[in-house]
């Protein structure tokens, strides 16, 4: 008769010997169930061993499961349930562990082949190719990448808005092939030139006319800024005006730029406005012409700030 496995569990009547005697029944029930139990583990658990208990923990639905893994029939489906979980534990200094390995014999595949894809509504999220390339190139985190070993790029690009330091160092080794635009604010051309100054003194009090020295500039610059002081300030109520010439010429053809000095401005260091003509060659010769004279100055003094340049 059929096996009651796997509907039921079937029971035996215990034989004495001497008492009972052996019928054909007893055997056949036996090998019977013997055989479907045989059946259900060896050709995939077709059954579930325990129907009345919960899906997790049937030993016929996880049998198939593992079985249809174990044969590599290309996907293990659950609903509802974790798809993998490993555990174990770890304690033991003296072993390499792994939790996970996978081992391909690739002796001929497609390029396109993966070790790994995880997919999210059937749409790769993160796939790692059979030569160990990631999938996508670029990968969102929110947290810090930390490595001792070297970050590998073609371009490194850093979104960091202006006031966050978009890179941060220790060593202060030498960067071999590092260009960059600017170097702690200052541009290229900056770094690469040297600030002069030009020194045009009026001794005394003048009353107008050239009232310096001839300056003899060595090199080509730019002009970056006028200033001047004095030793005494023009008395209350005047005021001298400049003019500073490069060759005979006027560098001021705004007039109304031209620098002045009052009774306000006292024996202070006054900035005044950028000359029209900033660029002078090697050997331009400067001077400083009054203009208009008040009175009380003594000594007056202005410095020419340039940057040195064509080097």
Not at 191 to 205: D, E, M, Y
């Amino acid at each position: 008769m059929p096996a009651w496995y796997p509907g039921n569990v079937k029971l035996f009547t215990t034989k004495q010997d001497g008492v009972d005697f052996p019928q054909a029944s007893h055997i056949n029930d036996l090998q019977d169930e013997v055989t479907a139990i045989e059946r259900g583990l060896l050709e995939g658990l077709e059954h579930d061993l325990f129907p009345k208990t919960a899906s997790t923990k049937d030993l016929g639905v996880l049998g198939r499961e593992w079985r249809a893994l174990n044969l590599h029939l290309g996907e293990l489906t659950l609903s509802d349930r974790q798809a993998i979980s490993v555990r174990g534990v770890w304690n033991n200094a003296d072993i390499t562990f792994t939790a996970v390995r996978v081992n391909i014999t690739d002796t001929a595949s497609s390029a396109n082949s993966l070790l790994l894809d995880l997919q999210r509504n059937g749409t790769s999220v993160f796939s790692v190719t059979k030569s160990g390339e990631t999938r996508p190139s670029a990968i969102s985190m929110s947290g810090d990448i930390v490595t001792t070993a070297s970050v590998r790029a073609n371009t490194l690009v850093s979104t960091a808005a202006t006031g966050t330091p978009p890179l941060a160092v220790t060593s202060t080794t030498v960067v071999n092939n590092l260009n960059a635009d600017t170097v702690d604010g200052r541009h290229g051309r900056q770094l690469s030139t040297q600030r002069r100054v030009i020194v045009l003194v009026a001794p005394g009090s003048p009353s107008g006319g050239l009232v310096s020295v001839r300056f003899v500039v060595p090199v080509q610059g730019t002009i970056t800024a006028v200033r001047s002081t004095c030793r005494v300030p023009p008395s209350s109520g005047t005021t001298y005006t400049y003019d500073i010439l490069r060759n005979g010429s006027t560098i001021y053809t705004t007039a109304a730029n031209r620098p002045t000095r009052t009774a306000a401005d006292g024996t202070g260091v006054k900035t005044h406005a950028l000359p029209d003509i900033t660029s002078f060659a090697a050997a331009d010769v400067f001077e400083l012409n009054l203009l208009s004279a008040g009175t009380g100055i003594q000594d007056a003094t202005f410095f020419i700030e340039f940057d040195e340049t064509g080097q």
